[in-house]
């Protein structure tokens, strides 16, 4: 069942210098996300808020090139399950379309189905380009049983 995101909340994206990554953090860790190298260079990171500035969640891109990977997605646990996670992910891809990308890529232990839903297709690790697997992400941070999905753009 594919989601409609056009029935997705709307949402205001506020993108977080690297000294306001806090809150970043704690979510992540609460959702056992990975947050070691959040404040590496080349991390995008935004925060997700309501219009009305209720923040319901957070998440980052890493570009590279025609291929963007989509990481560190949390939603807040109190707005789950109401389409945040969906606008969120339409957010973060219409952001990498802006900077030129033609791919997103993900990496999950526990999400498959979703992105799944969102138009994402599972990849062998093997095929996934260099740039990708060449990702703290890829290669350290998520272990080898993860599901890695892509959507193209174009």
Known sequence: ???????APKLLARPLRDGERGALTAALAK???????????????????????????FGGLE??????????LVTLPPVRRRGIGAAIVTALEFEAGLHGCRSAW????SAAGFFERLGYAKHERGTVPSAISATAEFALLCPA????????FA
Do not use: N, Q
């Open 106 to 109: 993900v990496i999950t232990t």
């Open 63 to 72: 570009l590279h090139g025609k291929d963007a990977l989509l990481r560190s």
């Open 1 to 7: 069942m594919a989601v409609d995101v056009r029935d």
């Open 31 to 57: 959702a056992k996300l990975p947050t070691e190298d959040i404040d590496a260079p080349g991390r995008l990171f935004w925060r997700f808020e309501t219009v009305d500035e209720v923040p319901v969640g």
């Open 145 to 152: 049983s993860a599901e890695v999905l892509m959507k193209s």
